[in-house]
Nanobody
Framework: QVQLVESGGGLVQAGGSLRLSCVASGRIYRLNTMAWYRQTPGQTRELVAAITGGGNTNYPESVKGRFTISREIKNTVSLQMNSLKPEDTAVYYC??????????????WGQGTQVTVSS
């Protein structure tokens, strides 16, 4: 199994920046798409940013131009968040589509990291 560990969350004022990182470890053959999701209490987990193995990225309109996802280091995905707004406050989760080499791909999730943006 693959474990994902996030870091970099915290408290920041509106307009500030944070950088989240996620490191994958364990039995990894290849990681396909990696992504960041976020969730607030009572709400559905929503996609924040995704990046394929080939480097193609996808963002919802709510974060486009402010957030940047990257995969410079093998088995690591980062999320640079600029111009943060109070509505960005949420628990952020790292996700990876894991290709195990034998058998079907499966989803791996991190434990989540809290991001709080004060107004």
């Amino acid at each position: 199994q693959v474990q994902l560990v996030e870091s970099g969350g915290g408290l920041v004022q509106a307009g500030g920046s944070l950088r989240l990182s996620c490191v994958a470890s364990g039995r990894i053959y290849r990681l396909n798409t990696m992504a960041w999701y976020r969730q607030t209490p009572g709400q559905t987990r929503e996609l924040v940013a995704a990046i394929t193995g080939g480097g193609n990225t996808n963002y919802p309109e709510s974060v486009k131009g402010r957030f940047t996802i990257s995969r410079e280091i093998k088995n690591t995905v980062s999320l640079q968040m600029n111009s943060l707004k109070p509505e960005d406050t949420a628990v952020y989760y790292c996700h990876a589509e894991v290709l195990p080499g034998v058998g079907r791909s499966y989803d791996a999730w991190g434990q989540g990291t809290q991001v709080t943006v004060s107004s």
